[in-house]
C-alpha cells in the first residue's frame, strides 16, 4: 500500500460520528434496524429537499435498486454516458437491459443531450444522467427529453451531494435518483447508498425490493424476489454525524477549488470549472492536460513527490466486456485519456494546493519537454 503525503481523498470525521456509533454499541442495534436509519433518511431527504429516501448498502446497488423499482429489465435501453464509473453501466446489465453509451461534452464533461436524442429507439426506457465529479448535467434539457419521448430519468449523483441546478439539488429532477456515500465521497458511511425519489410508488417498490422482497402484513413471507441491500444502523449513524458539516465540508472543497483555480489560471493545464448557472460541488478537482501521451510520466512525477493522482474514468465503450461493438465517443475519449484527479479532500490548507498544482505545473513542463526530445 503506498503511503502518499498527499493522498487523492480522505474523509473529513471531525464531528459525532464516534459519540453515534457508540450509541449504536451500547444500544446493541448494530445491524439494519435502529433510530439512526430513519434520522439519516429524514435528514437527507429534508437537505436535498425531496420527499422520500431510502438507505442502502452501497451506491451500485442504489443504482440497481432504482432500476428494480422502475421495472427495468430484459428487452430495455438505457441511454447512459460513456465516461463514468462503471458502477453506473454495471447495474443496467445487472437488469437484462442494454446499456445505450452517448458522449460528452467538452466543456462540462457531462452528459451530451444532443447525443441523446439521437440514440432513442423504441426500446428506450430511461436516461441515466451522472453528474460527473460534482458537476451537474444539463437537466432542462433532459427533463424535456424525457418527458417528450415518454422516458424515465435516472440521477445517479454518486459524486455530487451538495451540487445544484439553477438553485435546485441534484437528486430532485428524476423519478428516481441515488447516492453513494462510500469513503472517498463527499460524505460518508464507510460504504453505503441512498435511493431518493418524490414518487410514493417507486418509494415502496425500492423498500420492498431492499428488504428481501418482504411482504408488508405476513411475517416471512416474500412476494417478489428481492434483494438484501439494507443499511446497518452503524453505517446510518455516521453518516447523520457526516450530514450534520454537511455545509462545512461543502464550503471547504469550494475552497480548494478556487485555490487550485488560481493556481492554473494562465497555464497549460486546464481546471475542471463551473459551466451554466450551477453550483459544482467539486468532490474531485480535476485537471486536463494538453497531451495523453505524458499522463504517465506527469503522474509519476507526481507520485515522486508524494503526491497520489486518478486518471479521469476510462469511458465503458472501450472495456472488454462493453466493447464488442465499435463505437467512437471522441469527446470521452479526449477526456478519458487526458483527465487526471487531484487530492481533493477537505484538510487540505493553501500551501498544500500550491505546492500540488506548482508539482503539477512542473511535472507537467519536464513530461512535455520528454515529449518533444522523442518527436
Not at 493545464?269 to 459544482?280: A, D, L, Q, R
Amino acid at each position: 500500500m503506498n503511503h502518499f503525503k498527499y493522498p487523492v481523498y480522505q474523509p473529513f470525521l471531525g464531528g459525532n460520528e464516534k459519540k453515534y456509533v457508540n450509541e449504536c454499541l451500547d444500544s446493541t442495534w448494530i445491524s439494519s434496524k435502529g433510530k439512526f436509519i430513519n434520522e439519516f433518511e429524514n435528514s437527507f431527504a429534508n437537505y436535498i429537499d425531496v420527499e422520500y429516501a431510502t438507505t442502502v448498502s452501497n451506491g451500485t446497488v442504489a443504482i440497481h435498486l432504482a432500476l428494480l423499482a422502475l421495472g427495468i429489465g430484459a428487452g430495455d435501453e438505457i441511454i447512459v454516458p460513456t465516461l463514468t464509473y462503471i458502477a453506473s453501466v454495471n447495474a443496467i446489465t445487472y437488469t437484462g437491459a442494454k446499456a445505450v453509451f452517448v458522449d460528452s461534452t467538452l466543456d462540462s464533461w457531462q452528459i451530451d443531450a444532443k447525443d441523446v436524442k439521437q440514440k432513442i429507439t423504441p426500446n428506450t426506457k430511461a436516461v441515466m444522467a451522472v453528474h460527473l465529479y460534482g458537476h451537474p448535467c444539463p437537466m432542462d434539457e433532459l427533463v424535456d427529453i424525457c418527458k417528450q419521448n415518454g422516458l424515465f430519468l435516472i440521477e445517479d449523483c454518486a459524486e455530487a451531494i451538495g451540487t445544484t441546478y439553477k438553485g435546485k439539488h441534484v437528486g430532485t429532477f428524476g423519478d428516481i435518483s441515488i447516492f453513494s456515500f462510500f469513503g472517498n465521497k463527499t460524505i460518508t458511511t464507510g460504504e453505503g447508498g441512498m435511493v431518493v425519489t418524490n414518487d410514493h410508488t417507486l418509494y415502496d417498490r425500492s423498500t420492498h425490493f431492499k428488504g428481501q422482497g418482504l411482504a408488508k402484513h405476513r411475517e416471512y413471507w416474500h412476494d417478489v424476489v428481492g434483494y438484501n441491500y439494507r443499511m446497518t444502523n452503524i453505517c446510518a449513524a455516521i453518516g447523520l454525524a457526516q450530514l450534520e458539516q454537511i455545509d462545512t465540508i461543502l464550503a471547504k472543497k469550494r475552497q480548494i477549488a478556487d485555490w487550485y483555480s488560481k493556481e492554473f489560471e494562465n497555464t497549460a493545464i486546464t481546471f475542471h470549472k463551473e459551466v451554466g448557472e450551477v453550483y459544482h460541488s467539486y468532490w474531485m478537482c480535476s485537471v486536463l492536460i494538453q497531451k495523453s501521451d505524458s499522463r504517465d510520466k506527469i503522474r509519476q512525477n507526481m507520485r515522486n513527490a508524494g503526491i497520489e493522482t486518478r486518471p479521469l474514468f476510462y469511458p465503458v465503450h472501450t472495456m472488454p466486456m462493453y466493447s464488442q461493438r465499435y463505437e467512437r465517443h471522441i469527446n470521452a475519449e479526449e477526456l478519458g485519456w487526458r483527465g487526471i484527479n487531484l487530492p481533493s479532500y477537505p484538510a487540505l490548507e493553501k500551501d498544500d494546493i500550491k505546492y500540488i498544482a506548482q508539482t503539477m505545473l512542473q511535472a507537467n513542463d519536464a513530461a512535455n519537454n520528454l515529449i518533444a526530445v522523442w518527436e
